[in-house]
C-alpha cells in the first residue's frame, strides 16, 4: 500500500485508513463489530501495508478493541484518536480544562494499550474552545511531555479550517476532512494546505452508506440525491466498475489527500476495495465525473439528515 508523510509530522501513512466508528457503535447502514471482527479486519489490513487507524473517545468500545489488538500482535499501526467533548464550562478554569484534557489522552492511553498517542485530534470546533490560550498551552504541554505527538482537528466546513490555519497554522500537522465524489468543497483549499504543509485526512468516502447504496434504500429526503447516484452508475457501468469503486478511485487519486478513511464492514469487503485500487486505477475515468458534484449542503452533510 502506497505512503505518504503526514503534513509536518514524521508519520508516513497508508493512503488507505481504517475508520472505527463501527468497532464501537451502529453506523449507518453497518452494524457494531465484535472483537473477533476487529481482530480479522486489524489484522488483515496489517499485512495488506494499510498502517493508518482513525478512532475517538465518542466510538463506544472501539478504543478497547484497537488496543487489545495491539496488546496481543506484533503491527505498525498510527492510531489517531480524538478528545472526548469539551464544554463551555469546562474552559472556565484553566485547572479544570487540564484535568478535562488529561483524562481524556490518560483514557485513551490506556484502552489503546499504548505509551504515547500519536496523533491527537480536536473534535470540534467551538469558538469558546478553539480561542482559548490555555487549550493551546496545555496541548503544547502535552507534546513536550511526550504524551502525544502530533495534533489536528477534524473539521466540517472550509470556513472553520481556513481560520484554525490563519491562527494555529504552526502548531496544526493535519486536518480531516469531509469528501467524497459528491462533497468536493475542500478541492479549493489544496494551495492552503500546501503552503503551510499541512496534511489530509479524507472521510465520509461513501457518504455515510449513500453513495453505494441501492436507489430504494435511499431515504426520501434525500431523495434530491438520485439523480446523482443514478448518473454515478451510469459512469460505473461505462467503466465495468461499482459505484463504490469508482468513488473511492476518485478520493484515491486525489494527490492533496494523504489518506483516506474507510469504515470496514468485513475483512471481504476491505480485500475487494484493495482488490478495486490495485487493478483499476489505471483507468481514465476522471474526465466521466465533472457533471457528479452536489453543491446543495443539506444533501452531502450527514449533520442535517434526520433519518440516518
Not at 198 to 211: E, P
Not at 233 to 249: D, G, I, K
Amino acid at each position: 500500500m502506497e505512503k505518504s508523510r503526514l503534513g509536518k509530522t514524521s508519520y508516513y501513512i497508508s493512503k488507505i485508513g481504517l475508520g472505527t466508528v463501527q468497532f464501537g457503535l451502529d453506523y449507518g447502514f453497518t452494524k457494531r463489530k465484535s472483537q473477533d471482527e476487529v481482530d480479522e479486519i486489524l489484522s488483515y489490513a496489517d499485512k495488506k501495508g494499510i498502517n493508518f487507524i482513525d478512532t475517538a473517545r465518542s466510538y463506544g468500545d472501539s478504543e478497547d478493541k484497537i488496543g487489545s489488538f495491539i496488546s496481543q500482535n506484533n503491527n505498525n499501526f498510527v492510531v489517531a484518536t480524538k478528545f472526548e467533548k469539551i464544554s463551555e464550562e469546562d474552559v472556565k478554569n484553566k485547572d479544570t480544562l487540564h484535568t478535562k484534557i488529561m483524562h481524556s489522552v490518560e483514557t485513551s492511553l490506556k484502552k489503546l494499550h499504548l505509551n504515547k498517542l500519536d496523533i491527537l485530534q480536536l473534535h470540534q470546533t467551538d469558538e469558546y474552545l478553539i480561542n482559548n490560550e490555555d487549550f493551546w498551552d496545555i496541548l503544547a504541554s502535552l507534546k513536550t511531555e511526550k504524551m502525544i505527538d502530533s495534533i489536528g482537528v477534524s473539521v466540517y466546513e472550509e470556513e472553520e479550517t481556513e481560520y484554525l490555519i490563519d491562527k494555529f497554522g504552526e502548531q496544526l500537522e493535519f486536518f480531516q476532512i469531509p469528501y467524497n465524489i459528491f462533497d468536493r468543497r475542500f478541492e479549493k483549499l489544496d494551495k492552503l494546505f500546501n503552503k503551510h504543509q499541512i496534511g489530509v485526512i479524507g472521510r465520509s468516502v461513501f457518504l455515510k452508506g449513500i453513495i453505494p447504496c441501492r436507489l430504494q434504500e435511499l431515504p426520501a429526503e434525500l431523495n434530491a440525491l438520485k439523480t446523482y447516484k443514478e448518473r454515478l452508475e451510469e459512469v460505473a457501468v461505462q467503466l465495468s466498475m461499482s459505484s463504490a469503486e469508482v468513488a473511492l478511485l476518485y478520493v484515491y487519486n486525489k494527490a492533496f489527500v494523504t489518506s483516506t478513511i474507510l469504515g470496514i464492514d468485513s475483512v471481504d469487503e476491505l480485500e475487494k476495495n484493495i482488490q478495486a485500487l490495485e487493478e483499476k486505477q489505471a483507468i481514465n475515468y476522471l474526465s466521466f465525473l465533472d457533471h457528479l458534484e452536489v453543491t446543495e449542503r443539506r444533501l452531502i452533510d450527514p449533520r442535517q439528515w434526520k433519518s440516518l
